[in-house]
């Protein structure tokens, strides 16, 4: 093996591929990739919840943004009222923690509620009620943390330690890795993108819902209340977004920055398209987004041996400010690429992006 890689070019190639192996066999390659997604994918599944029903929901960043600041301030104040909490033995959990949780839930179900008032009842355009919701809580939230200046913290929730037996076994050991050596927001993520998957397509909620995405009308004719099932589904979409905020500020931070959600929930919606509006299709593709940003701060952290090492290593030493940033710019540009390449096959739910005027109404 060792002779192929001193073949030109090949020889690179095979050396990356032996090197992403070994770096997901036996680093936390596999674990960190699935920390970077999980916000994609909450926000991914809040996505599909809307416009499976028809609501295009390009505020999926507002939400975050929002549900995160939210959740932290709440923490931080019932952590100062209850400072000698003990954490649980298990993930760490101490009630300012729970009620942060709880409470960036909440706020992602409130902005939630806010878009589904302006698309479903106002019906107003629903690209400008995103577009609304992120500018707001862009400014609001940047404002009131300049206003409030926090100094304390409630802490994050800590990572789950599997038994070592099980991240040692050979073949399947680094999944265990993957999917048990994270905190629990993260964790539940598989949880919910299977529960999701299942209730889309094998459920009677799940068949109206579709319904309504593609034929609003006739699902009316049926029986179905196209507006109180996307007022619904709309509102519990924002239970994602919100765990995808507090993810931010309570599990893989301890502090709020101003626009810490980074573009996320445009990824998010990248996501979505490249999964076809199905949760199994969005989770691959957040996990496909970000795994080139895991895999950056995989080779910063322990870099290849031979002459891809020595390679990498030589652009580090001469331009250090491009070598850092460059893997951190993957996810966008998978965005970019995704958006451009995907796009076109995808065919999203007929009725997406259309207000629904009952017979009879104005």
């Known amino acids: 093996m060792e002779v192929l890689f001193d073949i030109p070019i090949l020889g690179f190639v095979l050396q990356f591929i ?45 939400m975050m943004l929002t549900a995160a600041f939210v959740g932290f301030m709440v923490a931080m104040l019932v952590h100062e009222a209850m400072p000698q909490s003990e954490p649980t033995a298990i993930f760490g959990f101490t009630p300012a923690l729970v009620i942060g949780i709880l409470a960036a839930i909440g706020a992602g179900m409130l902005v ?18 995103g577009t609304v919701i992120n500018i707001i809580a862009l400014g609001l939230t940047g404002y009131l943390n300049r206003l409030i200046q926090p100094t304390g913290s409630a802490g994050t929730l800590d990572p789950f330690r599997p038994p070592e037996f099980l991240v040692d076994l050979p073949v399947v050991g680094w999944i265990f890795r993957m999917f048990l050596a994270v905190g629990p927001i993260t964790m539940s993520v598989i949880v919910f993108v299977i529960i999701l998957q299942i209730l889309l397509f094998r459920s009677r909620w799940g068949l109206r819902t579709r319904a309504v995405g593609e034929h609003p009308r006739a699902a009316d004719t049926v029986g179905i209340d196209v507006l109180k099932l996307r007022y619904r589904n709309v509102i519990l979409g924002g239970i994602f977004a919100g765990l995808a905020g507090a993810w931010l500020t309570l599990e893989f931070n301890q502090s709020f920055q101003n626009g810490m959600t980074a573009n996320r929930g445009f990824i998010a919606l990248a996501a979505v398209i490249f999964g076809r509006w199905t949760p199994i299709g969005a989770f691959g593709g957040a996990l496909l987004f970000m795994f080139s940003e ?32 460059a893997f951190g710019a993957m996810p966008y540009l998978l965005t970019l690429i995704v958006l451009a390449g995907v796009v076109g096959r995808s065919v999203a739910p007929a009725a997406v992006g259309r207000p629904y005027v009952k017979e009879g109404a104005s």
Do not use: K
């Open 18 to 62: 032996a090197y992403l192996i070994e770096a997901v066999t036996t680093t936390n390659l596999a674990p960190q990739t699935l920390q970077l997604a999980t916000p994609i994918a909450l926000g991914a599944l809040c996505g599909i919840m809307n416009e499976r029903s028809g609501i295009v929901n390009i505020g999926i960043e507002g």
């Open 294 to 325: 895991a895999l950056g701060i995989a080779i910063r952290s322990n870099p290849p041996e031979g002459d891809l090492g020595v390679f990498l290593s030589g652009i580090q030493a001469a331009y250090p400010s491009l070598y850092n940033n």
């Open 112 to 129: 939630s509620a806010l878009h589904a008032w302006l698309c479903v009842t106002v019906r107003a355009d629903q690209i400008i009620s």
